[in-house]
């Protein structure tokens, strides 16, 4: 089985793709998520960072007119990230191939699509044939099993309780307590399967795929290092960081970044001799 392993496509097309497919016999596609974005988010993020330097990390202590006008700058860019994600999904369509993924930090979900817009879905409620969403869920194939754990955690209890959770911000009781229920729940995917295939969006904490070399520090998940450690999956591909593409392991299990899909980068698993090519 030859699997194409790419993500983090923030709005844009996939370049060749088709052709890789194609030369390389592909059976099926899968994918660590981070589908929205666009050109405006960047703009967007380097306007909160203005924001920021001026008023502090939390948005509940921004000046009320501040706060407003960047609720609308957040508004137009969310539906525009929207539509891109359904550019690239369309893309995938067309392939029509077994297409298995998780979702990222820029991707909407259910029950967060309501905030933005009330017409388009969410990566969860997506209906087409060859499309399987699984987060929280195991699929098994060719005597393997896909395992899909995606979403973002930050990697600091300030980031928590800054991003993650609404006005008022939580105790770090609550966090601990999130974290511990998310440990429990992935750790109830990981029993008693075999030949596993993990598929998340958070690289897993201290290893060269989590590493931000300006800052000099690992900003890795810690909880899918730790099932990573006790459970030894084949393989562990994950994304979000765009600028580390390539492999690295934990014990025996092989990881893979395959790269900023944006530009073009990815890559091809083949099973059972576990081979990985990477795609510049």
Known sequence: MKILATGDFHGSIPKNLNKIIEKNKIDIIISPGDFSGGAFG?????????????????RSQWPKEIKRVADKKYEKWN????????????????MNMPFYFVHGNWDFLKRERKEF??????????????FFFIHNKTVKINGYTLLGFGGYRPSSLKEYLVNEFPQPRPTIKRILKLKSKLAKKVKGLFR???NIIFITHDPPY???????????EHIGEIINRKV??????????CGHMHDNQGIDKIGKTILLNPGYGKFGESAIISLPELKIKLIK
């Open 228 to 237: 990573i450690e006790k459970y030894q999956p084949l393989i562990c591909v």
């Open 79 to 94: 539906r525009k990230a929207i539509l891109n994600s359904e550019k690239v999904l369309k893309y995938f369509k067309k």
């Open 117 to 130: 817009t009330n017409k388009k879905l969410g990566l969860d409620e997506i209906k087409i044939k060859n």
């Open 192 to 194: 008693d399967r075999k």
């Open 42 to 58: 960047e703009k967007l993020l380097r306007y909160e960072e203005e924001i920021c330097r001026k008023y502090g990390v939390i």
């Open 206 to 216: 201290k290893t060269r795929l989590d590493y931000l070399k300006n800052e000099k």
